[in-house]
């Protein structure tokens, strides 16, 4: 596997090196090195091979090339170096960028088969990010290297439905095209005990993963604020990464609102420990700005966690979680409508027997893209493409 990301931290990843260890497969994986990681480990069933290149949010357009660039080039000598004497019979690369695929250009000549697991959808991501319209010239190119990318590999793979329609509409591969969703492993995940209803008397609010602009964590932080007015004793912990400007706004919104007390923000933890969070929580929180990336393809993984454990939760109105999720499931709020956000927050507070059983419809409707499926289409793929 290829990677522009950092493992075991990249939760899709290192969920497919799983599953693919309970096979007995081996994996040597290419990836990020953070400063003090080691540039080759162990890790479990996957052979770590760190390239001394670093992720940095927030950077400009000119930024990132120049990042993708350094990856692109260290990891397609690396990968041949790799190939030349270990054979692989599979090469999966995960985008962003969509053109890291071509590191396996020589392998694949001699004869690898080449996985693109498609995270993300790029030309979208960057009219969110940056505000290009469609007949842009970035928007064009964008596209274009992402036909180009998806026709040369063996296997595409994607993580919901969305993405997968919205791929089909500029690109003739669905002959190729599978999804295999960021459904929660069980091995981690699993219903046990969520829903406190209140440890010594507070009412808990729960979010995690990355903490970047486009979730719009302000109305979040401002619909707490309005919901702690009528639940004095509610309180919100948030754990997570992400944008290091953004994350020191947030903060000073906190201090300037005085409610430092009740809302505490967490470093990143280990995806291993995140159910036990969950399960100290008695609402998760699910904000989204409402763009045409999170709109249209976007599906928060923290949601799926969020059902898969029991824990009710309040969730940004976006199209791709009502694609998957309906009214008596989740609780929606508009985006940008913090007031909406504190009237969920209080009404869910008042009525136990609700929460419970949003919870339990929430889970059943996502039953069927749990992840021993997920794991087992991930599995048929992956054969399929040997046999051919």
């Known amino acids: 596997m290829v990677v522009h990301s ?17 096979l007995g497969d081996s994996v040597d994986l290419i990836c990020l090195c953070k400063n003090g990681e080691r540039s ?5 069933n996957v052979e770590v091979r760190r390239l001394p290149v670093q992720h940095n949010r927030g950077q400009g357009p000119l930024g990132y090339i120049k990042e993708y660039l350094s990856f692109f080039f260290r990891a397609a000598f690396t990968l041949t170096r790799l190939y030349l004497t270990r054979k692989y019979p599979i090469i999966q690369v995960h985008n962003l960028p969509d053109f890291l695929v071509f590191v396996t250009l020589i392998p ?7 996985v693109l697991d498609m995270h993300d959808i790029t030309p979208e ?9 469609d007949d842009s010239k970035t928007f064009r190119l964008l596209t274009f290297v992402e036909q180009l990318s998806l026709s040369y590999a063996d296997l595409v793979i994607t993580v919901n439905k969305n ?22 492993d069980p091995r981690y995940f699993n219903e046990n005990g969520s829903a406190t209803n209140g440890i010594n008397g507070a009412f808990k609010l729960f979010l995690h993963g990355q903490i970047l602009r486009r979730y719009n964590f302000e109305s979040a932080l401002e619909g707490f604020d309005l919901a702690r007015r009528e639940i004095p004793e509610l309180e919100l912990d948030i754990y997570g990464d992400g944008e290091r400007q953004y994350i020191d706004e947030l903060q000073e919104f906190v201090l300037a609102r005085g409610i430092r007390e009740d809302v505490r923000f967490h470093n990143r933890v280990p995806v291993e420990r995140v159910p036990d969070l969950i399960r ?3 609402l998760g929180l699910v904000p989204c700005e ?8 976007m599906l928060p993984v923290r949601l799926l966690e969020y059902v898969t454990m029991g824990l009710p939760a309040v969730v940004s109105r976006v199209g791709t979680v009502e694609s998957y999720f309906g009214e008596s499931e989740v609780a929606y709020y508009p ?13 869910l507070y008042r009525n136990p027997k609700r929460r419970t059983e949003m919870a339990r419809r929430a889970k059943n409707a996502f039953r069927s893209y749990e992840w021993p499926r997920m794991q087992t289409r991930y599995y048929n793929a992956l054969d399929g493409l040997l046999s051919r």
Do not use: W
């Not at 694949?108 to 080449?114: E, H, N, P, S």
């Not at 991501?125 to 319209?133: A, E, N, R, V």
């Open 6 to 22: 950092y493992y075991p931290n990249d939760v899709r990843v290192r969920r497919e090196c799983e599953a693919l260890a309970d």
């Open 125 to 133: 991501l960057f009219q969110s990010l940056y505000g290009i319209s």
């Open 108 to 114: 694949k000549l001699l004869g690898a088969k080449v």
């Open 280 to 282: 100290k929580a008695d």
């Open 335 to 347: 985006y940008d409508d913090p007031r909406a956000l504190a009237r969920r927050i209080v009404e």
């Open 40 to 44: 080759r480990e162990q890790i479990d």
């Open 163 to 184: 993405i997968r329609d919205l791929f089909l509409t500029r690109n003739q591969i669905a002959h190729k095209l599978e999804v295999v969703m960021n459904a929660p």
């Open 290 to 297: 409402k763009d045409v990336f999170v709109d249209k393809v």
